[in-house]
């Protein structure tokens, strides 16, 4: 009797702020990353025997191979930027975002948008799950975008941060369950 196994695999096109990423080299990897505050007690010495949940992040990695795709995105919310310069017009400021300083102490999700991840058709991938939308991504702080301009194929390496959503209408409740990263369909 032949072993089967359930792997699951498919390539997924990407699209930040409505246009298309291009081809990425290796797809594109979600990260999570969990923070808790843990419960210790006398009783145990330093043993961790709970933990209290304090929230998490999530990024999205992959590395961009069409340069002039990725570079052509304009983020619709911040006119004239792109995934690896979210700092955008600085809104008094005429000139394009690649290159501009920006403005100081601007709040960098008024430059997030929404990446949607794609799989497709036909492949075990698309139902598992067929789209991933991301309504708040923007270039992680601190990830440094390096543009190899040479004979060789212009890699666009990006780290999405994807900031919290808070779904529903009227006011936002900052403490309610329908506070999300990301969904699937």
């Given at each position: 009797?032949?072993?089967?196994?359930?792997?699951?695999?498919?390539?997924?096109?990407?699209?930040?702020?409505?246009?298309?990423?291009?081809?990425?080299?290796?797809?594109?990897?979600?990260?999570?990353?969990?923070?808790?505050?843990?419960?210790?007690?006398?009783?145990?010495?330093?043993?961790?025997?709970?933990?209290?949940?304090?929230?998490?992040?999530?990024?999205?990695?992959?590395?961009?191979?069409?340069?002039?795709?990725?570079?052509?995105?304009?983020?619709?919310?911040?006119?004239?930027?792109?995934?690896?310069?979210?700092?955008?017009?600085?809104?008094?400021?005429?000139?394009?975002?690649?290159?501009?300083?920006?403005?100081?102490?601007?709040?960098?999700?008024?430059?997030?948008?929404?990446?949607?991840?794609?799989?497709?058709?036909?492949?075990?991938?698309?139902?598992?799950?067929?789209?991933?939308?991301?309504?708040?991504?923007?270039?992680?702080?601190?990830?440094?975008?390096?543009?190899?301009?040479?004979?060789?194929?212009?890699?666009?390496?990006?780290?999405?941060?994807?900031?919290?959503?808070?779904?529903?209408?009227?006011?936002?409740?900052?403490?309610?369950?329908?506070i999300y990263w990301y969904t699937t369909t």
């Open positions: 009797m032949a072993l089967s196994i359930n792997a699951i695999s498919g390539p997924y096109s990407g699209q930040w702020s409505a246009e298309f990423l291009g081809v990425t080299e290796d797809g594109y990897e979600l990260e999570h990353t969990f923070y808790s505050e843990p419960i210790r007690g006398d009783n145990m010495g330093d043993s961790i025997q709970d933990e209290v949940h304090r929230g998490a992040d999530v990024y999205v990695n992959f590395t961009c191979m069409e340069f002039g795709a990725v570079s052509a995105v304009d983020n619709v919310g911040a006119p004239s930027s792109s995934p690896f310069w979210p700092i955008g017009n600085s809104g008094f400021n005429a000139v394009g975002a690649n290159g501009t300083v920006g403005a100081m102490g601007d709040s960098r999700g008024e430059y997030s948008d929404v990446l949607v991840l794609t799989a497709l058709t036909g492949t075990p991938a698309a139902a598992f799950p067929a789209t991933i939308t991301f309504p708040n991504a923007v270039l992680a702080a601190n990830f440094p975008i390096r543009t190899l301009y040479a004979s060789r194929v212009r890699r666009v390496p990006m780290r999405m941060i994807c900031y919290p959503y808070a779904g529903g209408t009227g006011s936002v409740n900052q403490y309610t369950a329908a």
